[in-house]
C-alpha cells in the first residue's frame, strides 16, 4: 500500500459514507456496498479509501501508477451492468468518487 493511503486516518464506512456522501441523495446501503467492493478488487482497507482517490495514482498498486487488474474488473462489471441495465456510460471514470456515483446510478 502506498504511504499516502497507510497514513490516512481509518474512516468505517458510515464514517465514509456519513463525510463524503450523505448530501449527495445517493443510498448509504449502495455507498457502502459499493466501497467495500473497490476495497476487495484492489486489495486495499476500505478505510483508508477517499473518493478522490484516483485508479491511476493513489490506487495504483506500484510506484510506476500502472494500471492494476483491480481496477480492470471493476470496470467491466460497471459496463457488464450497464449494457444490462441500458445504461450509456459517457464519462471517465477516473477516481473512487466516479465508479460510486456511476454505479450508484446504475445499480
Same mark, same amino acid.
Given at each position: ?6 497514513? !490516512?486516518? /481509518? $474512516?468505517?464506512?458510515?464514517? &465514509?459514507? *456519513?463525510?463524503?456522501?450523505?448530501? #449527495?441523495? $445517493?443510498?448509504? /446501503?449502495?455507498?457502502?456496498? $459499493?466501497? +467495500? @467492493? *473497490?476495497?476487495?478488487?484492489? !486489495? ?9 482517490? !484516483? &485508479? #491511476?495514482?493513489?490506487?495504483?498498486? *506500484?510506484?510506476? @501508477? ?7 474488473? $471493476?470496470? &467491466? /462489471?460497471?459496463? #457488464?451492468?450497464?449494457?444490462? !441495465? ?5 464519462? +471517465?471514470?477516473? #477516481? ?12
Amino acid at each position: 500500500m502506498m504511504d499516502i493511503l497507510r497514513e !490516512r486516518e /481509518e $474512516l468505517s464506512p458510515p464514517g &465514509f459514507y *456519513d463525510q463524503y456522501y450523505a448530501e #449527495s441523495g $445517493l443510498d448509504q /446501503e449502495t455507498v457502502v456496498e $459499493l466501497l +467495500k @467492493h *473497490d476495497a476487495d478488487e484492489l !486489495r486495499l482497507p476500505p478505510g483508508k479509501l477517499r473518493p478522490g482517490d !484516483r &485508479f #491511476s495514482k493513489e490506487l495504483s498498486p *506500484d510506484d510506476a @501508477h500502472g494500471w492494476d487488474s483491480g481496477y480492470g474488473v $471493476l470496470i &467491466f /462489471e460497471l459496463q #457488464s451492468l450497464a449494457r444490462k !441495465r441500458g445504461v450509456a456510460i459517457n464519462q +471517465k471514470v477516473d #477516481s473512487l468518487d466516479d465508479y460510486i456515483r456511476i454505479m450508484a446510478g446504475i445499480y
